[in-house]
Nanobody, 123 residues
Framework: QVQLVESGGGLVQAGGSLRLSCAAS????????MGWFRQAPGKEREFVAR????????YYANAVKGRFTISRDNAKNTVYLQMNSLKPEDTAVYYC????????????????WGQGTQVTVSS
């Protein structure tokens, strides 16, 4: 069992940066690949980025590629999402979750969802 708590969201102007954190409890955190998803008002939750258990492999949605960076520190049981060059369309609640399958990018493949952190980008 893994419990996840996101933090670091807030209000930022377009072009700005934020760093989200996802702190995990549970001794099996390092066993899981991890992912970030987001859900904008009136839209379905969508995949943002994922990282494998060791941090050696990452994958991004096209919408954020080149602007966002996912990383993890297994010693701190934490996964991060560095978001640069933010755009108003990045406004959403951001969630982290553990991949219960292999190389998942679909919501159904993930579990142990956190409560989310709000990111709002003003134009």
């Amino acid at each position: 069992q893994v419990q996840l708590v996101e933090s670091g969201g807030g209000l930022v102007q377009a072009g700005g940066s934020l760093r989200l954190s996802c702190a995990a409890s549970g001794r099996r955190f390092s066993n899981y690949d991890m992912g970030w998803f987001r859900q904008a008002p009136g839209k379905e939750r969508e995949f943002v980025a994922r990282i494998n258990w060791s941090g050696g492999s990452t994958y991004y949605a096209n919408a954020v590629k080149g602007r966002f960076t996912i990383s993890r520190d297994n010693a701190k049981n934490t996964v991060y999402l560095q978001m640069n060059s933010l755009k108003p369309e990045d406004t959403a609640v951001y969630y982290c979750a553990a991949d219960l399958t292999t190389w998942g990018t679909r919501e159904i493949q993930y579990g142990y969802w956190g409560q989310g952190t709000q990111v709002t980008v003003s134009s």
